[in-house]
Each structure stands twice: as C-alpha cells, then as structure tokens.
C-alpha cells in the first residue's frame, strides 16, 4: 500500500511521524509519506494517488474536506482519522475494498489505540464477499451486488460459492467456510450468489518476481518465496508465475524452485528490464552497475503482471535472494 498521513497540530504531526517510521519497516508498505496542515488543498493532490489516507484530526474535518472528493467503492482509497493523542483509530471510507478496516487495527497495534470498526459484516464476525475479494486479490464486477450478498451473510442465509478446483485453497479459509456453500465448477471465474444475484469474482495476476547472487540453490528460493507469501497471508497456490530478468535466466535455482511450485517461470528481457519506469523501484547501486537496472525482482514482477499493476509486497531480501509481488490490474 502507498500511504499518506495528514497531521494538524504539532502532537499529530509527532504521532504521525511515529506512524511513518514504523511503517517503514512493513514490506507491504510500498511508501508512506507525510504531510502537515492544508489538509483541503493536500487531499485534492493526492487523494487518488494513495491507497490509504490517515488523517490526525478531528473526524468532521476530514469528512468536510473529502467528500466532494470521493467517487466510489472501486475508487476511493482508505481513509482512517486518529485523534491526535493516538486514542483511537476509525475506519471511516472503503473498510473493506480498500482495506481501511484491517489497516485500522495495523495502525491501533503499532500506537495501542483501540480500532473503530461500525462495518456490520466485521462486528458481526461475518466475512463479506468485498473482504474476500480483497484478502485474495480479485475484482468484483459489479460493486452494486455486494450489499445485497453481504445482507444474506449476515441474515445467516445459505450463500453460494462457485470455483474450479484450483482454488480450493478458498476453501480452507475457515472464514469462507463459516459463511458460503461450496460449489465445484470449471469456470476461471469464481461466482458468489444468493437467489437471482450473482457477482463474478475475477483474480487478479500475482506474480511473484526473483532475483539471487549467483549459483543460489533451489532451497533458499523455495524459502523465500513461501517466506514473501507468508507475510500477504496468501498460499503458494495463489501464485499465478514467477519472474525474472534475462540476467537469471540460468539460475538451476530459480529455475528449480519453479518446477517444484509447479508455476510458470517468465523471463523478463534486458530491454524491458532497462526502459521500464517506476516511481516506487527500489534502487540497487551494485544491480546497476552490474546489469544496467536499478532492481530485478520488483520491475520483473511489476513488467509480468502488465500494464497498471502494482508492488503488493515490495523488495524483501532472505539469504541471497530477493523477492517482490505485484498484483495486475485486472
């Protein structure tokens, strides 16, 4: 997630450099920065280039000050406030699409606030069809479904889900199974339905991108990728190919770890690798010199899922190998 904290008062501003820092430290944090008073001004410029947007204010300021902004549930960011004596941590905008809810209870760790949460499906203990989407990375194809699937989850209604059997993983969500009837199918799409609403479940590309030192063993990146995965909370299953640059091409190792995972291994060319631009690469002097790029793992995973794709877990090294997974668009 890309994260943008707005503070007002010299209290918010330290409580949201505090934020900032620990932040920094998460790999799934692909960027976090801050900014302080012209909150009105600040959102116009940012709103859509973040995923969430923490306002250290009172809650009236925020929502006075973004609700022309705001276009929809497909759209719209996260949006949480903090009172500025770091208390507690509300939920207000996409509590499930964008996330806002489980980074609510992220921040309330990281300041032991307490998390404010009015989602019913959350309070309830029930989990949506939006958090299933977003917890496994797939898009919904009709946004206006989602209310009337999530009012029969939580009427305890009998909820269907349909899928091929390649993502049976699903099923072992224990979440899932407490919520939905399973139905097996054929189809790539996974369908959720109750009476004559259906809403189509659509997975995004995850890929997941490889670079080593040289000679690595097949071992350490079997490791570190189900070590990256662990982190997202999703199965090895979930991986749709593995990537990496034409300067590994030969690695046994990477190859090796491909075969054993039973994923595709792409490989992205030097060319792409050298004229493809992103603001959020991480930046590798010793890479650069070596290859002419800047990173391998996070543009080849970014260039594999395709255009408008983005970093879901940024540049994590574990012993000689470094790992990025981005998730396509569509």
Same mark, same amino acid.
């Given at each position: 997630?890309?994260?943008?904290?707005i503070s007002?008062?010299?209290?918010?501003?330290?409580?949201?450099?505090?934020?900032?820092?620990?932040?920094?430290?998460?790999?799934?944090?692909?960027?976090?920065?801050?900014?302080?008073?012209?909150?009105?001004?600040?959102?116009?410029?940012?709103?859509?280039?973040?995923?969430?947007?923490?306002?250290?204010?009172a809650?009236?300021?925020?929502?006075?000050?973004?609700?022309?902004?705001?276009?929809?549930?497909?759209?719209?960011?996260?949006?949480?406030?903090?009172?500025?004596?770091g208390?507690?941590?509300?939920?207000?905008?996409?509590?499930?699409?964008?996330?806002a809810?489980?980074?609510s209870?992220?921040?309330?760790?990281?300041?032991?606030?307490?998390?404010?949460?009015?989602?019913?499906?959350?309070? /309830?203990?029930?989990?949506?069809?939006?958090?299933? =989407?977003? @917890?496994?990375? &797939?898009n +919904?194809? !009709?946004?206006?479904k989602?209310?009337?699937?999530?009012?029969?989850?939580?009427?305890?209604?009998?909820?269907?889900?349909?899928?091929?059997?390649?993502?049976?993983?699903?099923?072992?969500?224990?979440?899932?199974?407490?919520?939905?009837?399973?139905?097996?199918?054929?189809?790539?799409?996974?369908?959720?339905?109750?009476?004559s609403?259906?809403?189509?479940?659509?997975?995004?590309?995850?890929?997941?991108?490889?670079g080593?030192?040289? /000679?690595?063993?097949?071992?350490?990146?079997?490791? =570190?990728? @189900?070590?990256? &995965?662990? +982190?997202? !909370?999703?199965?090895?299953?979930?991986?749709?190919?593995?990537?990496?640059?034409?300067?590994?091409?030969?690695?046994?190792?990477?190859?090796?770890?491909?075969?054993?995972?039973?994923?595709?291994?792409?490989?992205?060319?030097?060319?792409?690798?050298?004229?493809?631009?992103?603001?959020?690469?991480?930046?590798?002097?010793?890479?650069?010199?070596?290859?002419?790029?800047?990173?391998?793992?996070?543009?080849?995973s970014?260039?594999?899922?395709?255009?408008?794709?983005t970093?879901?877990?940024?540049?994590?090294?574990?012993?000689?190998?470094?790992?990025?997974?981005?998730?396509?668009?569509?």
């Amino acid at each position: 997630m890309k994260i943008a904290l707005i503070s007002l008062t010299k209290s918010g501003k330290t409580l949201a450099m505090h934020i900032s820092n620990a932040l920094k430290e998460d790999h799934t944090v692909i960027r976090v920065d801050t900014f302080h008073k012209n909150v009105r001004h600040t959102l116009e410029n940012i709103i859509h280039n973040y995923d969430c947007i923490i306002g250290i204010m009172a809650t009236g300021i925020m929502i006075r000050n973004v609700c022309l902004l705001i276009k929809g549930k497909n759209d719209d960011p996260a949006i949480l406030v903090i009172d500025e004596k770091g208390k507690h941590v509300i939920s207000l905008l996409s509590g499930h699409l964008g996330g806002a809810n489980d980074f609510s209870i992220k921040i309330a760790d990281i300041i032991d606030a307490e998390p404010i949460i009015t989602t019913a499906t959350d309070i /309830n203990d029930k989990f949506g069809v939006d958090c299933l =989407a977003r @917890k496994y990375y &797939m898009n +919904i194809d !009709d946004v206006f479904k989602i209310k009337p699937i999530n009012s029969a989850i939580l009427n305890n209604k009998h909820v269907k889900i349909t899928f091929n059997s390649k993502y049976e993983f699903i099923w072992e969500d224990m979440k899932v199974k407490k919520c939905y009837d399973k139905i097996i199918n054929q189809s790539e799409l996974l369908k959720v339905s109750y009476g004559s609403v259906t809403l189509n479940l659509e997975p995004k590309k995850i890929v997941v991108g490889i670079g080593s030192r040289k /000679n690595i063993d097949s071992y350490s990146v079997v490791n =570190a990728v @189900k070590s990256a &995965m662990n +982190i997202l !909370d999703l199965p090895i299953k979930r991986i749709n190919s593995i990537a990496t640059g034409h300067m590994k091409e030969n690695e046994k190792g990477i190859i090796d770890a491909a075969e054993e995972f039973g994923i595709p291994l792409e490989i992205i060319s030097d060319e792409l690798m050298r004229n493809f631009k992103n603001n959020d690469l991480s930046h590798s002097d010793f890479v650069m010199e070596k290859f002419g790029v800047p990173g391998v793992c996070e543009p080849s995973s970014l260039i594999a899922a395709g255009d408008g794709s983005t970093l879901i877990l940024r540049k994590t090294s574990y012993n000689g190998v470094t790992v990025a997974v981005a998730a396509s668009k569509n």
